[in-house]
């Protein structure tokens, strides 16, 4: 059995979010609502976490999110503001959903790749990333509740065979984030 992922727009935030094509060039903004409702495409930062086991980070989202609330997701990130940098939108979002201070890590922030990613409710350029913490950092881990509700350290092969699962709800996006990460031997 298929499980849709789905949008509360009533959760929706009305900050504003860049809008683009689909060669990533910027058209303008909207509302984030906007965005949701009309499907439009904007940008959002995927960070792939792991630890010294390679094991990697899988967050369940907290119920409170606009997108996929309660479901798993196997990425770190969200969307980008209107004119944000890219690469402070995903330290940023590490540090709302996990509480880690990139700046601060041994091993830094990476950028991987983008790509884009549509399914029927989302149209993303997604800008992928990669973190490693150690031990003593992994210690400091910290998720917000409107963020995150629990989080847990997956082994690879596990979560591909997850992934299979129909039953297990993932975000697409983070799905398809790691799968490209596996094809290309990131992780």
Not at 47 to 66: A, C, D, P
Request: charged share 35%.
């Amino acid at each position: 059995m298929e499980t849709k992922a789905k949008i509360e727009l009533n959760n929706t935030k009305s900050e504003i979010i860049g809008i683009f094509d689909e060669n990533d060039n910027y058209i303008g903004n909207d509302t984030r609502k906007n965005m949701r409702k009309n499907n439009l495409i904007h940008r959002c930062t995927d960070i792939v976490v792991i630890n010294h086991n390679s094991e990697i980070l899988v967050q369940t989202r907290s119920i409170k999110k606009e997108y996929c609330p309660g479901y798993l997701d196997a990425v770190v990130g969200g969307v980008v503001g209107d004119k944000e940098n890219v690469d402070l939108c995903a330290e940023r979002e590490v540090l709302e959903e996990i509480g880690i201070d990139v700046n601060k890590t041994k091993e830094k922030l990476k950028f991987i790749k983008k790509y884009f990613f549509e399914e029927d409710i989302c149209r993303v350029w997604t800008y992928c990333y990669l973190l490693k913490l150690n031990e003593d950092e992994i210690k400091h881990i910290k998720f917000c509740d409107h963020e995150v509700s629990s989080i847990q350290w997956i082994e690879k092969n596990k979560l591909l065979e997850m992934f299979n699962d129909n039953n297990i709800k993932f975000t697409g996006g983070s799905k398809e984030t790691i799968k490209l990460f596996f094809q290309e031997k990131i992780i």
